[in-house]
């Protein structure tokens, strides 16, 4: 039975992800002890700012069209998408550079730091690469060339350390966390779009303008519906960094981010690697018609099974573990994740099925719920800035949360069963 689960399709595509993800997200977790001593929590939460504000432009650089690739039955559809993502990406790289000039001086004064100045022009160089990342991501989860997806991830985490590390030493502040993220995805994107960039003109020569707007058309849902919540998704995270920022400080704001970075860190290790090869393998049962509820429901359990223990211990001894490995000034960071610990496992439950709204084609339905918990989170952030209680703020947005995810799972495993056979 484990022989051959072991030889099969999904299982290898998962083991090659899983084991490019545990290399990617061990080297930030071996050298977070060495981060936290080298870094403040307010630098974190200048940190946060920064991915919040890239993020919340690099979700749509490619208009979503990034996710139709794995779709088309022929290549050459397949192709015309990567072209079409491409040139959004160009378009949205050179708006963000306009936005960046003429609202610099603004963004500089809210985040409250002069280092970041010169890092505020490479906004659009981050959303370029996320977009090329996203587009040749899922370009190699279609041909399956899932070793390539892996080799992007462990590069992006070599680059982020090592410049993290190099900036550290020279007391750089939250300047060096920037400039990390910066430089791991820049890498991220030239592995997987290397391909590419060796015969770029052989590859747009197979791409027609006619077979462009031909497939415009017929995935517009992913531009007019998916990239709206999408952005919006995003949106509501970054709303959360902005708000806690307003509300508090950048010190309490920097206790929320590293919590979330460490503990979202294992959380990946499974999470994206089943999200992307289930993304792959329920398209393609999708259109045969066949119900998708079994491979959820195996997924799942098997998920369950190799994560509650874990997660249960953290919940225990969180704030212990992190005085201990980050330092005592991390201690308060500890207390914030045990409350958030919760919320970040039933976000695991939930999602490696997240593309199953896409599938069948119900993204309007999975905006609502996104929609419900946006007003959440805002909520939650709002009564604890209120009242002056950021563990309040914590507490009602893990609560709350997680009541969602749990509706949620409900949802996406009811509609499992409801395969459409082609929705596009």
């Given amino acids: 039975m484990w022989k051959k689960y072991i030889k ?16 990617a997200q061990a080297i930030p977790l071996a050298i977070s002890p060495i981060l936290s001593r080298m870094y403040s929590p307010s630098d974190f939460g200048v940190w946060a700012v920064f991915i919040s504000i890239t993020s919340v432009i690099g979700v749509v650089a490619t208009m979503r069209y990034e996710m139709a690739i794995v779709l088309p039955a022929e290549d050459k559809d397949a192709r015309a998408l990567v072209g079409l993502c491409l040139l959004a990406t160009v378009m949205v790289s050179l708006i963000s550079l306009l936005g960046v000039i003429i609202l610099h001086p603004f963004i500089l004064r809210y985040m409250g730091d002069e280092k970041l100045g010169p890092f505020l022009y490479l906004v659009p160089l981050m959303v370029f690469s996320m977009g090329v990342f996203q587009t040749f991501n899922y370009w190699s989860t279609r041909r399956k060339t899932f070793r390539m997806n892996a080799s992007g991830r462990v590069g992006q985490s070599v680059v982020m350390a090592s410049v993290n590390l190099g900036m550290g030493a020279m007391n750089a502040g939250g300047s060096g966390l920037v400039a990390g993220s910066i430089a791991g995805q820049f890498i991220s994107a030239l592995i997987l779009g290397w391909n590419f960039l060796r015969h770029p003109v052989r590859f747009f020569s197979s791409i027609s303008k006619e077979q462009m707007k031909v497939n415009a058309r017929k995935y517009k849902a992913f531009a007019f519906v998916n990239s709206p919540h999408a952005l919006f998704d995003t ?93 005592e000034a991390y201690r308060a960071s500890g207390e914030v994740a045990r409350i958030l610990i919760p919320l970040i496992f039933l976000n695991l439950m939930l999602s490696p099925f997240s593309s199953l709204p896409v599938i069948l084609n119900r993204q309007k339905e999975a905006f609502v719920i996104t929609i419900a918990d946006f ?50």
Avoid: C
């Fill in 235 to 327: 949106f509501q995270n970054s709303a959360v960094v902005f708000m806690l920022q307003a509300f508090f400080s950048s010190f309490i704001l920097g206790l929320y981010s590293f919590a979330f970075r460490v503990l979202k860190s294992p959380a990946s290790l499974i999470g994206s690697s089943v999200s992307q090869v289930f993304y792959e393998r329920a398209s393609r049962m999708n259109s045969e018609g066949i119900n998708l509820k079994p491979l959820v429901w195996q997924l799942q359990q098997k998920l369950i099974l190799v994560t509650l223990l874990p997660f249960l211990v953290l919940f225990l001894f969180t704030p212990d573990i992190f005085a201990f490995i980050f330092s």
């Fill in 375 to 424: 007003i959440l989170k805002v909520g939650s952030v709002s009564a604890g800035g209120i009242t002056g209680d950021y563990r309040l703020s914590f507490i009602l947005m893990s609560v709350s949360g997680s009541i969602l995810y749990i509706f949620s799972l409900f949802w996406y495993y009811r509609i499992a069963g409801k395969p459409t056979g082609n929705a596009y």
């Fill in 8 to 23: 099969s399709d999904f299982a290898r595509h998962f083991i090659t992800l899983f084991t490019g993800s545990v290399i």
